[in-house]
Every structure is written in C-alpha cells, then in structure tokens.
C-alpha cells in the first residue's frame, strides 16, 4: 500500500521567510503525489500534483514541490511566506488499490504558522 | 460554478442514533469519495462511487456505515448506531473520472459529526 510520512507536526515562519514542509512517500510503483491546504472551516483545496512528468512541479500561490524519487521525498516550498498561507497542509499520495481506480492517502498533516 | 456542496455541517446526535450525511457533487462529475478525518489526523478514505455504484467499499470500518447514489449524482452516507468513536469530520469529493489526468478530487467543506 502507499503511504506519505509529514516529517513536521507543525512548522512556524515568519512573513516574508522561506516555507519549507517536508513529506517522504513509499510507493510500489511510479506514484502520483499531491499537497493540499485546508483553510479553517473550509475545504480542502489542491495547491498542486506531480503526475511523472517534470520533477519540479509549480502550484497555485507560489508553491512548488520537487518529487526526489532517489529521497522518496516531495518536500513542498515557497520562497516568502504570506499571512493567507496560514493553514494546514497535507501530503497526498493516489493509491491505485485493486480496482485500478484512484483513492488519495493522506499525510496526518502539517500546520504551518506565520508570525508578523 | 457551484462546488460540491455537503450538508448539513454540523451534526450532534446520541450515542445508538442513527444520522444521514449527504453531498452534492459537482454537476457532471461521475467520481464522487467520502473520506474521514478525525481530529488531528488527516482524511482517511471510506468509499468510492463511479456512477450510481459503489467500485471500492473497502474504507468502510464496519457494516454500520453504508452509502448510496441512486441516481449517480447526490450520495448519502448513513452511519447506524452511532458511537462516540464515529465523532470526526466527513469530507465528500468529486471528480470528473477517477483516473488520470484529470482525476483532481474536488473536496466539499465536510459534515462535522458529533456523537454525545
């Protein structure tokens, strides 16, 4: 089974500071891998997903993760944190299952705060 | 357009109760999944609907929980005798098809379910 590992329970920064959150997989074939953020009392929204083609993936808000399959890692990075980024994060990976349809398994999340 | 919509979203019943959930999917979308997050923990998947039935049930935890989409749009999640460990929140997603690459899950903002 697939599985993703959120190395921080929590991670603080503050404004105008490097984000970094952390997220290693385990995988038994080329995985699809995604970050998502919930915003309190709001859905889950996708910030952006690596599907096997460019390592480097771009999202939405200046977020990017890089997909290190020799780290089984896909650490989630943006260069200067915004009060808006406030939120929790989490690392998703798509497990195929017997069906060959995709479910998501989720990371136990990371809260990422930002300080004035 | 209008996103998946879940409702209600708060619900507070007695332990043995019996409480219904239900969601709308986005219009159009024939991939609809309910996941589970408890507090503190990321979302953890229960069932899988492509259409009108039920394609992976395996997230189920036990035959207390059911859920339908009769008419491959609104699904209902019904959970019987309720216990105070079914307290979380229930997150419903949609998707245009289930596989790649345009199998992003689009999440509702969940039905809080408290069990007293």
């Known amino acids: 089974a697939q599985s993703v590992t959120q190395l921080d329970s929590h991670v603080s920064v503050s404004e105008g500071t490097p984000v970094l959150l952390r997220c290693n997989y385990s995988?038994?074939?080329?995985?699809?891998l995604f970050w998502y953020v919930q915003h309190p009392n709001k859905g889950l929204q996708l910030l952006l997903k690596?599907?096997?083609?460019?390592?480097l993936v771009k999202g939405i808000n200046g977020f990017e993760a890089e997909f290190k399959k020799s780290e089984t890692s896909f650490h989630l990075t943006k260069p200067s944190a915004h009060m808006s980024d406030a939120a929790e994060y989490f690392c998703?990976?798509?497990?195929?299952?017997?069906?060959?349809?995709?479910?998501?398994?989720f990371g136990t999340g990371t809260r990422l705060l930002v300080s004035p | 357009g209008a996103g998946v919509s879940q409702t209600p979203s708060n619900k507070v019943t007695e332990k043995g109760k019996y409480v219904e959930l239900r969601c709308d999917p986005i219009?159009?979308?024939?991939?609809l999944y309910w996941y589970r997050q408890s507090l503190g923990q990321g979302p953890e998947f229960l069932i899988y609907?492509?259409?009108?039935?039920?394609?992976?049930d395996s997230g189920l935890p036990n035959d207390r929980f059911f859920a339908v989409r009769p008419e491959g749009s609104v699904s209902t999640l019904k959970i019987q005798r309720t216990e105070r460990g079914d307290s979380a929140v229930y997150l419903c997603?949609?998707?245009?098809?289930?596989?790649?690459?345009?199998?992003?899950?689009?999440f509702g903002p969940g039905t809080r379910l408290t069990v007293l």
């Open positions: 219009s159009g979308h024939t991939a």
């Open positions: 998703v990976v798509s497990d195929l299952g017997d069906t060959g349809f995709q479910k998501l398994v």
């Open positions: 997603a949609s998707s245009p098809t289930p596989r790649p690459p345009y199998n992003e899950q689009f």
């Open positions: 609907f492509q259409g009108t039935g039920a394609a992976d």
């Open positions: 995988s038994s074939y080329s995985p699809s």
């Open positions: 690596y599907t096997s083609a460019a390592t």
